[in-house]
């Protein structure tokens, strides 16, 4: 059997330990988890051995019932149940590039919790879960060293005072200062964003944590809009672009394998697919599955939008809007220009 099959076997069977107070006999579990009762007797044997606090109790007949100690199902503030606390040692490795900040500390406050509860040869165990579930990321930021700009923008938008802000924008040359009120923090594609309202162009705007030199707060305080949404600003966007104006709709063509990946994920909550009919020709009849999706979108910024669509390369056709379509002609024969 597979080593990634028997990690997540024990799993199941801690799992099924820790809501049956009462205990489980060897069958039940064997019958729970798809095994032979020598099979979970293993189980059993090896778990306890790297440290996990199994017992079982024997009725009058000497029939044996299996089970976790009460004590890991008490009525403490905060009770972790013990896959609960697997969960979140592995979690640890998610919020990776938050390390060091203190919208991570809580994390690191509960992994301390737990390792106080479980033995260290059993996370050490579970650890090979890495061999089943990788994380793989690209394009990691390390926001150790943002963590006072993190922690100061955090506490601006809690405590509802105003902080001065140098901020570098996309273009080097571009470095500018603003008294900014912080409304709040969006963590997108593994980028903090800071959004809130900019004195110095009296309107909603967003700056990009790794992007800020120096945030200090000051001694004044502005009052939060009582009709402000953090999720309502990007409900029409495409990405992180703080959508503006009305949105309107958008249809693309998706051809080949492109087709199967769009429809494959919710890209943005407005989206409506429908693979096209398979038309019938002269010669011959027509297939069984359609390789043409269209896409609905409604979206009132695109630029974030085109860039995606462009990834697709020829299997995404702009069917509509015409001038939305026109755009994307214009960008893609200037980047055919580039490449000669």
Do not use: C
Not at 16 to 31: H, P, Y
Not at 80 to 97: D, F, K, Q, V, Y
Not at 128 to 133: A, F, N
Not at 270 to 295: C, H, K, Y
């Amino acid at each position: 059997m597979a080593r990634g099959e028997q990690i997540l076997r024990h799993w199941n069977l801690l799992k099924i330990l820790q809501t049956r107070g009462v205990g489980m006999s060897l069958a039940e579990l064997a019958r729970h988890l798809g095994g032979s009762d020598r099979t979970i007797q293993r189980d059993l044997k090896l778990l306890t051995q790297v440290g996990f606090p199994i017992e079982h109790d024997d009725n009058e007949f000497g029939k044996r019932f299996w089970r976790l100690p009460h004590r890991f199902v008490d009525t403490s503030p905060l009770f972790l149940g013990m896959t609960e606390a697997i969960s979140l040692h592995l979690a640890e490795r998610l919020l990776t590039p938050l390390a060091g900040t203190n919208l991570a500390a809580g994390l690191e406050s509960i992994l301390k919790k737990i390792r106080s509860l479980l033995p260290a040869q059993a996370l050490d165990y579970f650890a090979e879960l890495d061999e089943t579930v990788y994380v793989r990321r690209m394009g990691v930021t390390d926001y150790q060293e943002h963590a006072n700009t993190i922690e100061t923008l955090t506490d601006a938008a809690r405590s509802e005072k105003t902080i001065d802000v140098r901020y570098r924008g996309l273009w080097r040359a571009s470095e500018y200062t603003t008294r900014f009120d912080t409304y709040g923090i969006v963590y997108y594609d593994g980028d903090l964003f800071a959004i809130g309202r900019s004195h110095r162009a009296d309107a909603v705007r967003m700056f990009k944590v790794t992007r800020i030199a120096e945030a200090a707060t000051t001694g004044d305080r502005f009052e939060r809009p009582a009709d402000f949404n953090l999720e309502n600003q990007f409900r029409s966007s495409f990405g992180i672009f703080q959508s503006r104006g009305e949105p309107i709709e958008i249809r693309v063509k998706f051809t080949g394998a492109a087709a199967t990946l769009v429809e494959e994920r919710i890209w943005h909550e407005s989206q409506q697919t429908t693979w096209q009919p398979v038309e019938q020709t002269l010669f011959e009849p027509p297939g069984d599955e359609s390789d043409t999706l269209i896409a609905k979108y409604r979206l009132s910024g695109v630029i974030e939008f085109k860039r995606w669509i462009k990834g697709f390369g020829d299997q995404a056709e702009i069917l509509h809007p015409a001038d939305l379509r026109r755009e994307m002609r214009e960008e893609l024969l200037a980047a055919a220009e580039l490449h000669g």
